[in-house]
Structures are given as C-alpha cells and as structure tokens.
C-alpha cells in the first residue's frame, strides 16, 4: 500500500500489522492486493451514500417504504446493497414525529456496513456506546438535536446479527426535489438517528 | 463475560466527540487489519463471534487504552497463534524484524482467486440464521425477564439488561448462539427475539420517561415474566 500517513516515524502498531501481514503472505492466505481491494471497496464502493439513497427512494415511494419497513433486506437489496457487517439481516425503524430513533451497539460496534460504510470513531468509542442507552436524550442534545419530551425515544442496542437502520423524517420544503437531490440531503448521522436531514437552506 | 467492552449505561467517559469530515482510515494498517480480519474469516480460520470474544479478552486496561483496529489486531494475533495458523515464536520474532528494520518489504504474492473471493465475501456477507425452525417459546406481547446470568465466557446478554423485565417486540427467526460459537462447541441455534425495556426498568425510577431500550436476545437468556424464575435481582 502507498504511504498514506506511515512516515518515517511509523507507530509500533503499523509494524505489527506488518509483520503480521508478511507472515499470512508467506503462508499463503493474503495478498497486498487483496488489501488495496478491501481498501478500495470501503473507500469508495461502500459508505452512508448507500443508505441516502434508500431513504431518498424510501420518501418518493411509498410503496417501496412500505417493503424497506417490512423486510429492510430485501428492500436495500432491490438497490444493490447487502453483503458483509450487515449482519443477517437489516432491519429499518422509522423516525416520525412522535417517535425518534437511535442506533447503537454497546457490546462492541456494530454497525450496517452495506447501507452506511464503516463506523465514524465516535461510533466506536465508550462514551457514546456507554451513554446512548442511559441518557439518550442528553446524548442528542450533545449532537444539536434537542428531542422534545413529548416525542417517545427508541434505542436499538445491536447485540445479535440484527443490524439497524433508521429512516428519518423527509424535511419540508423539499416536495420538488427528485430523488437524487433529496439524496444528497441525507447524512450518514441521520441514519444512525444523532441527526434528523436538514431542510433546505 | 464481565468484561470492561459491556460498557452499557457505564459512566465517566466523557463527551462524545465526533471528528468533522473523518475519514474512512486514519493510517494504511488500518485498512489492513480489516483486511485481513475478513480474508481470515473468508478462509474460516475463524468465526465472527470467536473474533469478538477475543477483542474481550485483550484485557480490561489494554482495550480502554487503544484503538478499535488495534482491538482487532490483538483478537487476530491471539486467534491465529490459538488456531496454530502462526506460532507465538514466529509472530514474535517477525514483528521483532519490522521493529528493527522499518523498511523490511512484504513479500509479494500474486492470488486473484483469493481477491475474487472476498469481493464476493463483501458482497454476500455471511449468514447467522439458520434454516431450523425450532418452534419459538413467546409471542410479540409476551412479557419476559432477562436471566440474572454472569457466564465466564462470551455473552450478548448486556450486563445493564440483566434481570430485567421486558416485552417480546418481535421474533426475529432462529439463529447462530454466540455464547456456544464462540467456543468451539457448534452453532447451535435458538430463536432470537426483539425484546423492549422501559428506561426506569433498566436505570431505575431517575430515568427519563418516553425513553425505551431495545435489544436482540436468544430464547436461552430469557424466562417467562410472573414465575419464581431464576431473573429478578434482588
């Protein structure tokens, strides 16, 4: 792989991933390409453009909601999207204006790879995994999005194969965008439910 | 097992600090270490679930003190020297060299098969459920309490959600069990429930109203709610 931040003081860590890297090479159970293609894929092929692109389809077609709440799976694979770290199966909870949505694994960092791509590092980190099911409310208020008490919280903690998505509420104004541009407006961290989709500036 | 990776409702980590426009690796051993924790399991050197029980194991200080990837790398060191797919000597004395000398070149190796194969492992992904259809215990409605169970090895079972009254909110299927598949003994596969807990159910009488936990539990951590049952803490 190219020196992306390996400099010449190259942590401790990097060599170990190195050593170990020579001797599965050697042994014959990976490759350096097999690296930049897993790179690749997850830089570029996989990540929250994904899953906009489900809600997006999800706001202009109520049908297609419909099936994406029924059986998430199936829905996202009619776009193409499934496979690795979604778990078993994808299951899609729907933020509406009684109901606000939060997603977390607080056992380890699951996440649904296919709709969203790899974690953000909070994601992954003891203050949130420890706090989104303790104090949810005060946790989305650290994010900018006060939740009214009025409107009832759900947090799914992803603790088998079940993987969560959440579909947010489309934002007014947005009634004559098509579909790619209501995409666009649609945030890796609303998905997870820290956000809800802006309206349009 | 009660180990420092249950960080549910644990508190003093802090705020949540979120880093503007992150991308999606922060140094190339990042990509690597995913790289080759997913070719590992696409060879079934081993499974998901052993994976996870070895990040646990790494040790309570060791896992507070580093990075997500490298929790993954000390599962995958500690899986490939116990599967016997290197030696501890080996690793050592490998990683010894890179220490020493930098600039040491990976060997190269040319396997287009084996590229092929983890595009298709990325693209399917791997299933945990399972084809049985042993008949489920309880019904979406049903009111159960977690069992109060502290197994040395690894569990889904929340510390936070344990002997906890909840509600059936749906029956997913029927799938893998972590706890017996991450140690060797089969798949063994029981059905697996959405079940909901009410915030003052799990943090007491404090919490905030309208606030609800769901969690992914397998029939074995559950009994009926209203019995003697085994659950309730004191």
């Known amino acids: 792989m190219g020196g992306k931040h390996n400099g010449p003081a190259e942590p401790r860590v990097a060599l170990r991933v190195r050593a170990l890297e020579s001797l599965l090479i050697e042994k014959g159970l990976l490759s350096t390409e097999v690296v930049d293609e897993v790179v690749r894929v997850y830089e570029n092929d996989i990540g929250p453009m994904n899953g906009a692109k489900v809600v997006a389809r999800a706001w202009v077609d109520p049908e297609y909601k419909r099936r994406l709440l029924a059986d998430g799976t199936a829905a996202v694979g009619e776009l193409g999207f499934g496979g690795r770290g979604g778990g078993d199966r994808l299951v899609v909870v729907e933020n509406t204006p009684a109901v606000h949505n939060l997603v977390v694994c607080t056992l380890c960092s699951c996440y649904p790879w296919p709709v969203l791509g790899l974690p953000p590092t909070w994601y992954k980190m003891p203050a949130y995994r420890s706090r989104a099911v303790l104090e949810p409310r005060k946790v989305l208020s650290e994010f900018g999005l006060e939740v009214p008490e009025s409107v009832e919280i759900r947090v799914w903690d992803s603790s088998a194969e079940i993987r969560y998505m959440v579909l947010p509420e489309r934002p007014r104004g947005t009634e004559r965008l098509g579909e790619a541009e209501l995409a666009a407006l649609v945030t890796r961290d609303a998905m997870i439910g820290v956000a809800r989709v802006g309206a349009l500036v | ?234």
């Open chain 2, 1 to 234: 097992m009660n180990g420092v990776h249950d960080l549910g409702g644990m508190q003093g980590f802090g705020p949540i600090e979120p880093e503007a426009n992150e991308p999606v690796f922060h140094a190339d051993w990042e990509g690597a270490v995913l790289a080759m924790n997913i070719a590992a399991m696409t060879q079934r050197l081993y499974n998901v679930d052993e994976f996870r029980h070895g990040v646990e194991r790494m040790g309570a200080a060791r896992y507070l003190a580093t990075s997500y990837y490298e929790h993954w790398l000390a599962s995958i060191e500690t899986l490939l020297v116990e599967k016997g797919v290197v030696s501890r000597a080996e690793l050592e004395a490998r990683t010894a060299a890179f220490f020493a000398d930098p600039d040491l070149p990976l060997p190269r190796r040319s396997d287009p098969a084996l590229v092929a194969r983890m595009r298709e492992a990325i693209r399917k992904g791997a299933a945990a459920s399972s084809e049985e259809r042993p008949s489920a215990r309880f019904r979406p409605g049903d009111r159960v309490v977690t069992r109060n169970m502290h197994p040395p090895g690894h569990t889904r079972l929340p510390r936070y959600a344990r002997g906890r009254r909840g509600a059936i909110e749906r029956v997913h299927g029927v799938f893998t069990v972590p706890d017996s598949h991450a140690h060797g003994r089969g798949r063994q596969p029981q059905p697996l429930y959405s079940v909901a807990f009410e915030s003052r159910e799990l943090w007491g009488a404090a919490a905030a109203p309208r606030e609800r936990v769901y969690l992914d539990l397998w029939e074995p951590y559950l009994e009926p709610d209203g019995g003697s049952g085994d659950g309730r803490q004191a």
